[in-house]
């Protein structure tokens, strides 16, 4: 990989650590001028265009391809199909561990979804290859299409979301339901999604004899790298991957996925360097989607307004040949101190490719959910949202009665509303209106989100000039993973940011884990926080075992490491540099690992989780139903903050998509096709800027000696939950019309204005 | 893609010679056309670029008080022409409610007329689609049609045009100008767009090898500028097509309608005119009852195709609220987000 230059702002000023600090992204200059190689940029000499054929039809068996016309399209080099492919080394419908998803590489001729791929034809150019794959024109036995929520039999899957039970209770739930003074019973839809990163997934993979070369954008290096290595029956350390920049990924690019094994297939079948790029449509199939869903809630509450119970009901559905299921009920186990829960779930097959996390997998659809229903109830009590809110807080996870590693939920609840202004709304709904004669409405959601880990691992060096080298296969997939790691390893080796080397984003470092679950930072930060202590430990070792070091004799402990130097702890005027005790040691350099993982004692003991309270605005026009968001605030607490400026950026992200989610997003599928009948941006909505109003985003002060050294919880994903029901609360506050089905459909509104 | 020839004719004659042959089709900036053909949905033989013909790109005031609009004015040159926009605030304001900022850069007057429906079975080749393919059926029409036709609709084709610029343009009496096989010829806007009875193949009034020259608006659509409106409801604040859309232009005479235009967007496979609406504006107050009145007569056909009966409320509610701006008087300056709800609202930001 080229060497990325990597910068920082000269504006920056650093006051002791760098954690902390808000520096703007390091690769926001290479960003900027269109000097970050992603994926697609790379164009190794000889390199052909691989253009993937996929299917029309959902359900059913391609019967013929006409191989010979595009062959003889001028260009085209080669053609592959399910008759003339490599051969791969282990069956792909074979799932070698839980994080091997079923994919379609050709292996029959059998359809299973819309948009599968069928063939892929390889030419000089993308134009070649285009029209190849159109002459292909596939004939196809077509067998009807499993579509929708209730496509089948229903049935209880083994497990949902990531080995998390499908249904789960604790205390009596039909018991609190029949004492309860005030009753929901409501049911809510949420509509299949598309991540839609902005950059479609993409390989150029480069076969070298035995050796392969890889740029792929990848969330999970060490997972794909196994699993290529699995699929092709090589060596591991046969593979490179290089993935130093995603154009966003959201669970997506988490695990290998089809398009990119037939790539590496089409660079085997013509020896050649090949480009595979999925084109808009074409990432409406194979490479995940979130599930969509049917919730129901029945909610008791007591004349007081403290809940008696709180039932989460889930159907989901999963592709007919592989088993993900959206655990959208489970996000009522954390946040409302009901005496009985009960979460459960249950599925139908359908033909759809198989669904996949989804930035808040289950969080973000059962979020909108139960907020609404929280909503409805407060209501029903004739209590204010967060009045209503406060009164069922959960001192203590209320599905394992754990207490919480941290939970500064109540002053984000305070400086939200203070910052919101929430005092002054109107209880009843429809009452506020602006200048205009607009109809305005104020809601609220919760937010929260798991604090995860995963296990990690890092390499750190201090060099013989003073400076400093950390390596880790972490991913920057535009959240800033090039910037806020750096920080994490400039103090964890006592250097300034710009003295150290930072390598992440290839698959010969060490494994950083997956990017996902919010985990990342933690993950990646833990064990980039133990490679420099190791790494400094050992420098210490050095000084202070040598007798002509001002440093001797105080012992491992008995020193701290800051701005190059060691420093005794108990005598700050004694101090030396690294490059002296290196010189003096006569050693190039020092070097040393270190470790991240999640902590079974702390797990066991505690429940972590981080926290947040969102408060939208809207405006409905009282007619015509158009609805816009003219404000919101959300105030979270997730424990450390390692940069500010680039923490409020995925809060905000997270905001816009859950404001998205409740307004805007859906995949429109034909019910009697399972097409997706809107597969490009034009049509698949979100939202754009004029959509997006001022965010205000607080970070709330909150310490957590329990879910990691560094007390990072992670921000990816909370930003979505809260966000969409606080946007859909407001809605109904502003018209007095509850909308059930998302995203709020003007057809719906119009009903009840 | 598939291969094709393309052109650059340096006349309109040798253009329209070029287009004359069975697979040409015309080429303006593409932002409609190359979607087709990116997704197979058009696969002409031939490309004839008219982007390079001399004199179709200017905005002219006639002796006769018209205004000749050359197609290949671009939709964002138009919108910002100072003179055009005070002149003809609704259709400045449709334009730029259309689309975003980058296409409108690039996207021409001609190209405007001539876009195609965004029915989505139309986009999708696996879907029968009676326009793409005569006889081959309409999978909209039991499909996702919420957006479609609730006006001049057949069992053939549900779909709508979708163009903003068209509806005041033909509520103001537009006149097309044509240069065909044999010369030039004129055809009113609303004549243009067909509606699809049984062939819904055939969009529009022209001619293999006709090119749209011009716009023209007759004089008296200026004596409209005072009251005109275009309101669009859409599913977010810009860059989407309208739900329903409506232009309104009123010529108000001591506090009499002397005299109404009124026309509907996103209802029918051309812009809407509702003269029959129109008529029971003219001479009288613009009052709330009439303006109820008026847009109970313009859906007084609407039914619905599919999921779509909303719509038909959705644009009775649409024509009062676009008479009621409109006769409230034209804003000074467009509205930051133009032909929003939420034009109003202060402190907005821009589409
Ligand atoms: C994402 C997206 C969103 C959009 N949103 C909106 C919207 O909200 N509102 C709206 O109104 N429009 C919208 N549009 C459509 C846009 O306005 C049209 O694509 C554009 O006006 C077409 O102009 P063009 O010059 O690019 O035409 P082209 O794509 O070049 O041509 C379109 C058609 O017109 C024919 N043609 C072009 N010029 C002539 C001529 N002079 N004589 C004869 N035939 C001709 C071509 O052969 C072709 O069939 C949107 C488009 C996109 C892609
Ligand atoms: S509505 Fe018209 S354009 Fe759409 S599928 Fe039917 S025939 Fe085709």
């Given at each position: 990989m080229p060497e990325l230059n990597l910068t920082s702002a000269p504006a920056h000023l650093r006051h002791g650590s760098s954690i902390g600090q808000p520096m703007t992204r390091r690769d926001g200059v290479l960003k900027v001028r269109g000097q970050a190689t992603y994926a697609a940029d790379n164009h190794p000499p000889g390199m052909l265009f691989a253009v993937m054929a996929v299917s029309s039809i959902a359900h059913g068996r391609v019967t013929s391809l006409d191989v010979a016309a595009a062959k003889r399209h001028p260009g085209v080099i080669d053609v592959m199909t399910p008759d003339h492919k490599p051969q791969l080394a282990i069956d792909p419908e074979i799932k070698t561990n839980p994080f091997v998803f079923r994919m379609e590489v050709l292996q029959s001729d059998e359809v299973r979804y819309a948009n599968q791929p069928i063939a892929v034809v390889i030419a000089e150019t993308l134009e070649a290859a285009t029209e190849g794959a159109v002459l292909l024109a596939p004939r196809y036995e077509m067998l009807p299409a499993l579509v929708g929520l209730d496509a089948g039999e229903s049935f209880v899957p083994p497990v949902v979301g990531v080995g998390n039970p499908a249904e789960i209770h604790r205390g009596d739930v039909e018991a609190g339901l029949a004492a309860a003074d005030k009753q929901i019973d409501a049911i809510y839809e949420t509509p299949p999604q598309y991540h839609n990163a902005m950059e479609p997934h993409a390989i150029v993979a480069h076969w070298d004899g035995d050796k392969l070369q890889i740029d792929m954008p990848t969330q999970g290096l060490m997972l794909s790298l196994g699993r290529v290595a699995e699929l092709f029956g090589i060596a591991p350390d046969k593979i490179h991957i290089r993935s130093p920049f995603l154009g966003g990924g959201f669970g997506s690019k988490g695990l290998m996925a089809g398009p990119p094994v037939l790539g590496i297939m089409a660079a085997k079948l013509v020896g050649k360097p090949v480009k595979l790029v999925l084109r808009r449509e074409q990432m409406y199939g194979p490479v995940g989607h979130r599930a969509p869903t049917r919730q129901r809630l029945r909610i008791g509450a007591d004349a007081d307004g403290r809940l008696t119970a709180l039932d989460h009901h889930a159907r989901t559905v999963s592709s007919t040949f592989d088993d993900f299921y959206e655990p959208a009920a489970d996000a009522s186990h954390t946040l409302y101190a009901a005496p009985a829960i009960r979460t459960s779930h249950d599925a139908v097959r359908v033909n759809t490719g198989t669904p996949l996390f989804m930035r808040a997998p289950g969080e973000a659809t059962g979020s909108i959910a139960l907020e609404s229903a929280i909503d409805e109830m407060a209501w029903a009590c004739g209590m204010d949202p967060l009045a209503f809110r406060l009164k069922n807080y959960a001192e203590v996870e209320p599905i394992t009665g754990k207490p919480f590693s941290s939970k500064a939920l109540r002053a984000c609840y305070d400086q939200g509303a203070a910052r919101f202004g929430w005092a002054k709304r109107s209880l009843q709904p429809r009452q506020m209106r602006d200048d205009a004669g607009l109809l305005v409405g104020w809601g609220m959601g919760t937010a929260t989100f798991p604090a995860l880990m995963f296990q990690a691992e890092a390499r750190a060096a201090i060099r013989g000039d003073g400076t400093g080298a950390m390596e880790i296969g972490a991913?920057?997939?535009?959240?800033g993973a090039w910037t806020a790691l750096a920080q994490i390893a400039a103090d964890a080796v006592g250097l300034d940011i710009d003295r150290i080397t930072f390598k992440a984003g290839t698959s010969d470092l060490p494994d950083a884990g997956?990017?996902?679950?919010?985990?990342h930072t933690a993950t990646a930060g833990a064990a980039i926080h133990s490679a420099g202590a190791a790494v400094i430990a050992k420098l210490a070792d050095l000084a202070t075992n040598d007798e002509r070091s001002p440093l001797f004799g105080a012992g491992n402990a008995g020193v701290i490491a800051r701005d190059g130097r060691l420093i005794r702890r108990d005598d700050q005027s004694r101090s030396e540099s690294y490059t002296e005790i290196l010189a003096r040691a006569g050693v190039a350099e020092v070097e040393a690992r270190g470790t991240g993982a999640p902590n079974p004692a702390a797990m066991e003991e505690y429940a972590m989780h981080a926290h947040g309270a969102v408060f939208a605005e809207v405006k409905v026009d009282p007619e015509l139903g158009q609805i816009r968001v003219t404000r919101m605030v959300g105030a979270f607490a997730a424990g450390r903050i390692v940069n500010p400026h680039l923490v409020k950026s995925q809060l905000f992200g997270g905001m816009i998509w859950g404001m998205s989610f409740a307004l805007h997003e859906e995949a429109v599928t034909d019910r009697r096709s399972g097409r997706v009948m809107n597969a490009n941006l034009g049509e698949y909505h979100i939202p754009v800027n004029a959509d997006v109003p001022p965010l205000d985003v607080v970070t709330v002060e909150e310490h957590d000696p329990h879910v990691n050294a560094l007390g990072i919880k992670g921000v990816g994903e909370i930003g979505i939950t809260g966000s969409a029901g606080a946007v859909a609360n407001a809605v109904w506050h502003a018209t007095g019309v509850r909308v059930r089905r998302f995203p709020i459909r003007i057809e719906e509104l119009l009903k009840g204005l | 893609m598939k291969q094709f020839d393309y052109v650059r004719p340096a006349t309109v004659a040798e253009a329209v010679a070029a287009a004359a042959q069975p697979g040409a089709t015309y080429l303006a900036a593409g932002t409609n056309l190359l979607d087709l053909m990116k997704g197979n949905v058009s696969r002409p033989d031939r490309l004839v670029d008219v982007?390079?013909?001399?004199?179709?790109d200017r905005i002219e005031r006639l002796a006769d008080g018209a205004l000749r609009i050359g197609a290949l004015v671009s939709n964002a040159a138009l919108a910002h022409d100072a003179e055009f926009a005070k002149s003809y605030p609704a259709i400045a304001e449709a334009l730029l409610s259309g689309a975003s900022a980058q296409l409108r850069n690039v996207a021409t007057v001609g190209g405007n007329l001539l876009q195609r429906t965004r029915c989505a079975y139309f986009y999708d080749t696996a879907s029968r689609c009676n326009k793409r393919e005569a006889g081959s059926g309409c999978d909209a029409r039991d499909g996702e049609n919420r957006a479609h036709a609730v006006l001049g609709w057949s069992e053939s084709c549900i779909a709508t045009h979708p163009s903003d610029f068209c509806v005041p343009l033909v509520a103001l009496d537009a006149i097309v100008e044509i240069e065909g096989k044999n010369g030039r010829r004129e055809i009113p806007l609303d004549e243009l767009h067909r509606l699809p009875g049984n062939t819904p193949g055939r969009e529009s009034a022209l001619e293999p090898g006709d090119l749209i020259v011009a716009v023209r608006l007759p004089?008296?659509?200026?004596?409209?500028a005072a009251h005109a409106r275009y309101l669009k409801v859409r599913?977010?604040?810009?860059?989407a097509f309208a739900i329903v859309s409506a232009a309104a232009a009123l010529r108000i005479e001591n506090g009499k309608i002397a005299e109404a235009r009124l026309a509907l967007g996103g209802v029918a496979a051309k812009p809407w005119r509702a003269r029959a609406a129109e008529d029971i504006l003219k001479g009288v107050a613009p009052t709330a009852d009439v303006f109820q009145e008026a847009a109970w007569r313009a859906l007084s056909d609407a039914k619905p195709s599919g999921d779509n009966a909303y719509k038909i409320e959705l644009a009775r509610r649409i024509v009062v609220r676009t008479l009621t701006l409109a006769a409230a008087g034209t804003p000074a300056r467009i509205p930051a987000l133009p032909a929003s709800p939420f034009a109003s609202t202060s402190g907005a930001i821009h589409a």
């Open positions: 991913h920057d997939m535009g959240q997956i990017a996902g679950g919010s985990a | 982007t390079h013909l001399d004199g179709l004089a008296a659509a200026r004596g409209f599913e977010r604040t810009s860059y």
